[in-house]
Antibody
Framework: QMQLVESGGGVVQPGGSLRLSCAAS????????MYWVRQAPGKGLEWVAF????????YSADSVKGRFTISRDNSRNTLYLQMNTLRAEDTAVYYC?????????????WGNGTTVTVSS | SYVLTQPPSVSVAPGKTARITCGGT??????VHWYQQKPGQAPVVVIY???DRPSGIPERFSGSKSGNTATLTISRVEAGDEADYYC???????????FGTGTKVTVL
């Protein structure tokens, strides 16, 4: 069955960095676009970043642009989110999600999330 | 910035129908997807491309769109439908994905 497993979350000080990973299995990772979505405590869902199946195009939310970078390694079936200059407002559960297509689509498979806490 | 507006909460008795709206400028020209999120769990898609239903999602869930409003309808509501629901679109003018503000469905 299709599965996504996030890792790399933790507690980090403001201004610090963290790299999240998302290991994919049960489908041909290299043919699907991927997303990162986050959810702050008690809040709604917020899209963070998107990357096309081949890594050729990527987009990110204004709230993280210039600080977060989405990437993928199709040889390792893994999606990444490099997070720099972290702020308190980046505290959230971070989910990776699979697109229904190689480009934009709906999010048809989600991981269980990894928690990032930015605090001094 | 593009905003998708949903009612914060909807309450419905078991066996009745719940309707959750999602309003946004030009939503009529965009594909709308709906996600269900139960407490402590990851979201699950329940409707995609306005009105398509994934396998495994009960027929009680349906989607529609009219003008600037999309609607998720849950018929014959059950206690297990209690969750937060989010609409979502791709804002192709600004190259970003947008989630609605979310609606908490409470089964009385």
């Amino acid at each position: 069955q299709m599965q996504l497993v996030e890792s790399g979350g933790g507690v980090v000080q403001p201004g610090g960095s963290l790299r999240l990973s998302c290991a994919a299995s049960g489908f041909t990772f290299s043919t699907y676009a991927m997303y990162w979505v986050r959810q702050a405590p008690g809040k709604g869902l917020e899209w963070v970043a998107f990357i096309r199946y081949d890594g050729g195009h990527d987009y990110s939310a204004d709230s993280v642009k210039g600080r977060f970078t989405i990437s993928r390694d199709n040889s390792r079936n893994t999606l990444y989110l490099q997070m720099n200059t972290l702020r308190a407002e980046d505290t959230a559960v971070y989910y990776c999600a699979k697109s229904s297509s190689g480009g934009s689509g709906f999010m048809d498979v989600w991981g269980n999330g990894t928690t990032v806490t930015v605090s001094s | 910035s593009y905003v998708l507006t949903q009612p914060p909460s909807v309450s419905v008795a078991p066996g009745k129908t719940a309707r959750i709206t999602c309003g946004g400028t030009n939503i009529g020209s965009q594909s709308v997807h709906w996600y269900q999120q139960k407490p402590g769990q990851a979201p699950v898609v329940v409707i995609y491309y306005d009105s398509d239903r994934p396998s495994g999602i009960p027929e009680r869930f349906s989607g529609s769109k009219s003008g600037n409003t999309a609607t998720l309808t849950i018929s014959r509501v059950e206690a297990g439908d209690e969750a937060d629901y989010y609409c979502q679109v791709w804002d192709n003018n600004n190259y970003r994905y947008v989630f609605g503000t979310g609606t908490k469905v409470t089964v009385l």
